[in-house]
């Protein structure tokens, strides 16, 4: 059984949801349905405090549970890589498959696969020429991300 709610953020709604043993996924979502809490309701809360405090831009750092059961080591590797970019910076795809002996187009896969979003911050990862990417067809998304990350290190 799952938990999950709905995020009202300068973005769109973002859907998370959690199992007992964590945080499952963060989306973009559409309408919300309605929530469900359940077993895991406390990591959902805990997606949504995070989430409040990186619009409110205080550049928080994920210290709930993720629950990534199912996913390749490979994908588990590479998220892990990226949630040490710094807020604010950006790697791009090619150096991060340096980093992790993997093929660009394996890391842009990866990204596409992120199950948590801003958690797992796929948006600081772009093309080595400074194009964003694509975003999971998303691109404007990721555009304003990086555009309040800059506007907020600025402050």
Same mark, same amino acid.
């Given at each position: ?33 309605? #929530? ?5 309701? #406390? ?98 998304? =990721? =555009?304003?991300?990086? #555009? ?8």
């Amino acid at each position: 059984m799952t938990s999950w709610g709905y995020f009202a953020s300068p973005i769109g709604l973002i859907r998370a949801a959690a199992s007992p043993d964590g945080l499952l996924e963060a989306r973009l979502a559409g309408a919300p349905s309605h #929530e469900e809490a359940g077993p895991g309701w #406390e990591h959902v809360l805990a997606f949504f405090d995070f989430a409040e405090a990186y619009f409110r831009g205080r550049r928080p750092r994920w210290r709930g549970r993720l629950d990534l059961a199912g996913h390749t080591p490979r994908q588990l590797a590479l998220w892990h890589e990226v949630m040490e970019i710094p807020y604010g910076e950006t790697v791009s795809y090619a150096e991060l498959g340096r980093r992790l002996q993997m093929h660009p187009r394996s890391i842009g896969a990866g990204m596409r696969a992120a199950p948590v979003l801003l958690v797992i911050p796929a948006h600081r990862v772009i093309h080595a020429d400074g194009r964003v990417g694509g975003f999971a067809g998303f691109s404007d998304v =990721k =555009k304003w991300l990086l #555009e309040f990350e800059r506007r907020t290190l600025s402050r």
